[in-house]
């Protein structure tokens, strides 16, 4: 099995993991951990995307870079508004959140 | 390279992820997050791809992982509630990842077996289009990728703003 199907399979193996933790956990923190998880996936999915026989392409290594940047910004804002919930309502559980709504 | 290497570093991969999500106690999580940011950013360096490796370490087993910690530090003083093991919300979650796991695998697989793949070099020489000029480079290839990507920062920066706007969220 070459090195890209390697990737790939640990991609999509990354992303489903992520994607279930994000599903079934009851803490947005844990939520935020497994969307952490979700982009470690696309990331390597990008990355393993553009792998040739000499190395990485400049494009999917440019692309990568980009998605790290934004990727990692998006979770600083979520992580901002998981401090604001939890003032607001007291508690991280969203579905607690759900119920105290107004 | 011999294949051993990525396949070891996949699985210790996927194996920190695992353990990230399974910990009950967020401090033990945010340590298996931190390792599994470090083997992907090792993955990338394997690869040659240093500038984006050392970027990944940077960020992600770094900066991120210090934010979670001033974050857990703030609020994480309630242990995280279980729930019950096989509630049906958790099934449907289990159900719906195993099952897009599956289907990737087997678009996966398919693709490998086609005999024509559709490959960037390829493409960029059919089109004629230079590929010593990122900006172009980006334009004609991924014309609609750049375009979704600004409506997506313009849609979050007025998101952020109404957020923090005195008319908005209030506390």
């Known amino acids: 099995m070459i090195d890209q199907q390697i990737l790939q399979i640990t991609a999509a193996a990354l992303f489903f993991l992520g994607l279930a933790g994000i599903a079934v956990t009851r803490n947005l923190v844990k939520a935020i951990m497994s969307f952490q998880i979700v982009l470690f996936g696309v990331n390597l999915a990008l990355f393993s995307s553009g792998l040739g026989h000499n190395g990485p392409s400049l494009f999917s290594t440019t692309l990568l870079v980009l998605s790290i940047s934004i990727g990692a910004s998006i979770e600083a804002l979520a992580l901002s508004l998981v401090v604001l919930v939890y003032r607001h309502y007291g508690t991280l559980n969203p579905w607690e959140v759900r119920r105290l709504r107004h | 390279m011999t294949p051993e290497l990525p396949a070891l570093l996949a699985v210790l991969l996927v194996g920190t992820a695992l353990a990230a999500l399974l910990f009950e106690r967020l401090v033990y999580s945010l340590i298996a997050l931190f390792y599994s940011g470090l083997l992907l950013g090792a993955v990338f360096l394997l690869y040659g791809a240093s500038y984006a490796g050392l970027f990944q370490i940077i960020t992600f087993a770094g900066a991120v992982s210090v934010m979670f910690m001033v974050i857990l530090m703030l609020v994480g003083r309630e242990p995280t509630p279980s729930g019950p093991s096989f509630s049906p919300e958790r099934l449907i979650g289990y159900g ?76």
């Open chain 2, 96 to 171: 719906l990842a195993i099952g897009g796991f599956v289907v990737v695998l087997v678009i996966l697989s398919q693709f490998a077996l086609l005999p024509i793949r559709i490959d960037e070099a390829g493409v960029t020489q059919s089109l004629g289009i230079p590929t010593d000029d990122p900006l172009m480079f980006l334009w004609s290839l991924r014309s609609w990728d750049l375009m979704f990507l600004l409506i997506l920062i313009s849609a979050a920066i007025a998101g952020i703003v109404n957020l923090f706007s005195k008319e908005g969220f209030t506390e």
